[in-house]
């Protein structure tokens, strides 16, 4: 499906079912993980579906691997573009060189060293912006422009979203009996492909998503009704300063059952739990559930939880919990 006509519908669970059959042999079918003292600390019962080993490090690899895949001849032979503060970058990158096509990155400036150097090795063509939403876009239009490259949105995109879905589905095939499911939000593209497959097969499981409360767009907009742009947000989680677009925004609003929020604060105490307990390498995004979590323990206490781990691509050289500004 192309860009310009992708927010026309919504997806379907079989959608997400359809996209694992295309790239299950391309992506790594990622290990479920669980700890008995993080349960205790948290007061449930915790499954970490760890998209921090997926190739490139997140769960972005799927989508964009499913976009990729989807291209017919004449458009893959123009390559593909984007805007990404990392992930999606690296993603795309990767899944444009393994089909032996350009990828043409527009990143922000700010953007961590580790995801630069990520989508540079990766073969990707960068092009570097300032970090608003709007020179994001402003500067990918000029670059698909120029080279009449394919957009592959990070998350305005059903293949994207249907390629996200598949780490769900993978978690539920594997763990079947869960109360809920959660997963951290930006531009939605991962809620939504994971609400798309959960509530299609698995309508009795709750998905939930975890936000950052310096970057709480999208628990405004599903509270009241309209989007949100993410302005200004200042929050250790990069990956998850995007705004919902219309897509995602009307996907979350039909099957979501809701987003809760974070401080900063509770990420940062959130992703040294994850590390010194479970030794799992894990970025600031992807410790947003478990901080939702401790921060809103009514809400999962006795409950089988089921967490996207959606990346680990942390910047190592800039540890967010020796850094006393966070808090």
């Not at 990622?30 to 008995?36: C, I, L």
């Not at 003292?37 to 490139?56: D, I, P, R, W």
């Not at 249907?162 to 769900?168: K, L």
């Not at 979590?293 to 919990?321: C, M, Q, T, Y």
Request: hydrophobic share 40%; aromatic share 6%.
């Amino acid at each position: 499906m192309s860009e310009e006509n992708s927010s026309c519908c919504q997806p379907e669970a079989s959608d997400v079912v359809s996209a694992y059959e295309l790239i299950k042999d391309k992506v790594k079918h990622t290990p479920v993980h669980s700890s008995a003292s993080v349960n205790a600390l948290l007061g449930a019962t915790l499954f970490f579906k760890c998209e921090n080993f997926q190739k490139v490090g997140a769960f972005k690899y799927r989508g964009a691997t499913h976009a990729v895949l989807k291209l017919n001849d004449e458009e893959a032979r123009k390559g593909v573009a984007t805007h990404s503060s990392g992930n999606h970058a690296a993603a795309l990158a990767l899944a444009a060189a393994n089909r032996g096509i350009p990828a043409y990155i527009v990143m922000p400036e700010n953007a961590p060293a580790i995801k630069k150097k990520a989508v540079a090795g990766y073969g990707g063509i960068i092009t570097y912006c300032r970090s608003t939403q709007q020179d994001r876009e402003e500067t990918l239009r000029v670059v698909q422009q120029q080279t009449g490259a394919t957009l592959i949105h990070p998350y305005n995109n059903i293949n994207v979203i249907c390629g996200q879905g598949t780490a769900a589905l993978e978690l539920l095939d594997e763990m079947p009996n869960l109360d809920v499911v959660i997963a951290p939000v930006g531009g939605g593209g991962l809620l939504s492909g994971t609400a798309t497959f959960i509530k299609g097969q698995y309508p009795h499981v709750k998905v939930f998503g975890a936000e950052p409360i310096n970057a709480d767009d999208a628990f405004r907009s599903l509270r009241d009704g309209k989007i949100y742009p993410s302005l200004s947000p200042s929050t250790i989680a990069d990956g998850l300063l995007t705004s919902l677009c219309p897509l995602t925004y009307s996907i979350l609003r039909s099957k979501c059952d809701g987003i809760f929020t974070v401080s900063e604060k509770g990420i940062v105490n959130a992703m040294r739990l994850i590390w010194e307990r479970m030794k799992l390498v894990v970025e600031p995004s992807s410790a947003v559930p478990v901080g939702v979590i401790a921060e809103h323990p009514e809400a999962f206490r006795g409950k089988r939880v089921g967490i996207i781990v959606s990346g680990g691509n942390a910047d190592l050289d800039h540890l967010p919990w020796l850094d006393q500004s966070n808090g």
